[in-house]
């Protein structure tokens, strides 16, 4: 039978052969609360202790056409990170301490150095999360994907003290808007970096002082360490992660529905990346704003008095005011 399957296109030895690559690098991410490991059906966690009123925050995501790249240039290595950032980031902003990861990687023929390169960087996405890769996926699915190309998906879990979480109606006119930056384009708007770098040798550096390759490839920042505790100090009213529709799309999601923003646009220098982007691809400012992160990670709402301690303690600058106007107003 087991050769029967390996006619039709599935490896069951070959996926065997992944888990006992993943066993320890699940186990480098092992944190309190982890119950058993990994190999059974499900994954067991338990709540950790110190939670007055503990709310469980969950997110999923993927990584998008950044892939493709990866998979064209054959490095699998940090697209893992990316994985674990894009939902983690996601959960920090209402201040959630990430507990738990799990991984979906489906494919249509298991490579499974390639699959184990991918994982690696799942794990050490965890370790840079602080949280446990607590289980996942693999899926061979011959005919669905074509020779060499897979997918990926992440769910994180977290857990947030009820006291802790933003509340909207807490953010007021002035309060201050203070950015986090980026480590490059993070993991949004490939499909139109994929158009605008089609063609160019990515071996080379263009004037950007490295190989162009490297900074497409870039791994998403991972924004847990800067944010939890100035979430646990109060001190944080709302908090964007700065992803799909740039700052337009997203700094309006954590602000109540009368307020608005004021963001200066010289209040910090485009990254080359960014700007060589606009210049090849011929952006106007306004298709870079709404697609890229521009250099931003985050975006935090926070009162004057807090800033200080802020910026002292992340590299957080600012770069705008909230306003009783509605939207977003870059200038």
């Not at 879990?157 to 480590?183: F, M, N, T």
């Not at 975006?299 to 957080?316: F, G, K, S, W």
Request: one cysteine or more; hydrophobic letters at 45%; a negative charge.
């Amino acid at each position: 039978m087991a050769d029967a399957y390996r006619s039709a296109g599935v490896d069951i030895e070959a996926a065997d052969r992944l888990v006992d690559r993943i066993k320890p690098l699940a186990a480098s991410t092992k944190r309190p609360g982890v119950l058993g490991g990994i190999g059974g059906f499900g994954g067991m966690f338990t709540i950790p202790p110190g939670y007055d009123e503990p709310v469980l925050v969950s997110g999923t995501d993927g990584v998008g056409t950044k892939l493709l790249l990866a998979q064209a240039l054959g490095r699998h290595e940090t697209i893992g990170i990316d994985l674990v950032a894009m939902c983690v980031n996601d959960i920090v902003v209402v201040g959630a301490e990430p507990l738990f990861f799990l991984d979906y990687f489906a494919t249509g023929a298991l490579d499974t150095d390639a699959a184990a390169q991918v994982i690696a960087g799942i794990a050490e996405g965890c370790r840079q999360a602080g949280c446990a890769l607590l289980g996942g996926e693999t899926a061979e699915m011959p005919g669905m994907y074509a020779p060499g190309h897979y997918d990926l998906a992440g769910f994180a879990v977290g857990c947030a003290e009820r006291s802790q979480l933003p509340d909207p109606d807490r953010i007021q006119p002035d309060d201050v808007l203070l950015a986090l930056p980026s480590s490059g384009l993070h993991s949004n708007g490939y499909s139109l970096v994929r158009k605008v770098i089609e063609g160019l040798d990515l071996d080379q550096s263009h004037g950007l002082g490295a190989p162009l390759a490297e900074l497409v490839l870039e791994p998403t920042r991972i924004y847990i360490d800067d944010l939890l505790p100035l979430f646990r100090e109060g001190w944080i009213r709302g908090a964007a992660h700065i992803t799909g529709g740039g700052l337009p799309g997203n700094v309006p999601r954590m602000l109540p529905a009368h307020l608005g923003a004021r963001i200066e646009r010289s209040a910090w220098e485009l990254p080359p990346i960014f700007a060589f982007l606009r210049g090849h691809g011929e952006l106007d400012d306004a298709d870079l704003l709404q697609t890229f992160n521009c250099g931003i990670g985050m975006v935090l709402a926070v009162a004057p008095e807090h800033m200080p301690a802020i910026c002292a303690r992340t590299n957080a600058f600012e770069i705008g005011r909230v306003t009783d106007q509605l939207g977003v107003v870059i200038q």
